[in-house]
């Protein structure tokens, strides 16, 4: 079972870029797809992107496409959201989670959750 930490949050301003990465805990940590996820106040959470195991295949939600890259470092056990031009809507806990299957957009599908990372966006 692994674990997840993310880091990396924190109060930028509009049209800044940020960077959140989630370790993992176990060895095995290519052998997961990763996915980043946020929830907004008062909203549900969401998809924001993943990738698959070995990196070949990203998906990205259509509010983030164009300025977030999701990428990994399997020998860091690390995977990363890079985040330009943000914008005061993108203000979230943002997640990271992992599974062992394929790479997917579902939320449900992903059995491992770390405890998220505030980003505040300031107009």
């Known amino acids: 079972q692994v674990q997840l930490m993310e880091s990396g949050g924190g109060l930028v301003q509009t049209g800044d870029s940020q960077r959140l990465s989630c370790i993992g805990s176990e060895g095995t940590f290519s052998s997961y797809v990763m996915g980043w996820f946020r929830q907004a106040p008062g909203k549900e959470r969401e998809f924001v992107a993943a990738i698959s195991k070995s990196a070949d295949t990203t998906y990205y939600a259509d509010s983030v496409k164009g300025r977030c890259t999701i990428s990994r470092d399997n020998a860091k056990n690390t995977v990363y959201l890079r985040m330009n031009n943000l914008k005061p809507e993108d203000t979230a806990v943002y997640y990271c989670?992992?599974?062992?299957?394929?790479?997917?957009?579902?939320?449900?599908?992903?059995?491992?959750w770390g405890q998220g990372t505030q980003v505040t966006v300031s107009s």
């Open positions: 989670a992992a599974r062992r299957g394929i790479i997917t957009r579902t939320q449900g599908l992903y059995n491992y």
